[in-house]
């Protein structure tokens, strides 16, 4: 009898050995009875009918990614590599979407190559559109034309595509160095256009200087000559002053002006020698020359008008 209940036992715990499964935090198990779908298990400790209910799938509904490298050919026969990223997932939790994703595919394998073979179709039908200078400047939209055709794709089969992201793309050798030779010589011929413009600009920048300059030298000598021209005045103005109330005093004072009229004379003379910027100088110095001249300053000086204005010049040297 002892020996009867000891067997009953080690049946008793065996079956409940056998009739307790666990599921891990984020799986799905999904169970069959006699190859049939029957439910699903969530996370957690779960009681399945010993001998008859068994979980035929582990479902992971975490996000899975995938590394794929395939090549593609555009309009104009180039040869185009691709390396891409896919990130996926299940579509949701729901019974329906886990009950897809564990019978749509044999194995997780069918599941890969069909997804590879969605991209690689996607990818290849756009680029067979395209010119090969066109392909680098599309990287965003073969990525959207991916997934706008590959997500209503994977739905269907219980997945969802979260991202794409294309990695490299890349030529063949003899292509990606004429790319290079092209990139080199926009780089030259970009350069040579900015050398040229600054260059330029550099000597526009230096006419417009030389300009400036120029014309600031010649308000400064037209200034100077002004100036020079004034001094000019003022100095005749004071001589012919001078000599008239000389004259007029002499006169009044009834000496005779002849001598002090020579040394005035003599002193204008030697001044203007000094001064002069000629070789060549012709001066009437004879006695009736220089009376003429006196008197000719106090005839000046009687006009009075240096009150005025500028007294007008004394009478040139006669030549002989």
Sequence with gaps: MAFVVIIVAVFLLLVLFVSLRTVNQGTIGVTTVFGKYRRILRPGLHVLIPFVEKINRRISVQNRS??????????????VYFSAMLLYSVFNEAEDTIKNVAFKFVSEKDLLTALVR???????????????????????????????????????????????????????????????????????????TNEGDALLIRRTKEAEAEGTAIRIAAEAERMASQLRGQGVALFRQEVATGLAGAARQLENENVDPTLILFSMWTEAVRHMAENGRGNVMFLDASASGMQETFQQLIAMQQLDVVRDGPPPPPPPLRAF
């Design 66 to 79: 995938l590394e794929l490298q395939f090549q593609a050919i555009t309009q104009d026969q180039a040869n």
């Design 118 to 192: 969605s991209v690689e179709g996607s990818t290849r039908g756009l680029v067979a559109t395209k010119r090969q200078a066109e392909i680098l400047g599309l990287r965003r939209e073969i990525v959207e034309e991916v997934k706008e055709q590959l997500d209503a794709t994977l739905e269907t089969w219980g997945y969802h595509l979260i991202d794409v992201q294309l990695n490299d793309i890349t030529f063949d050798a003899v292509i990606t160095d004429s790319m290079a030779q092209v990139v080199a010589s926009n780089n030259l011929k970009a350069a040579a």
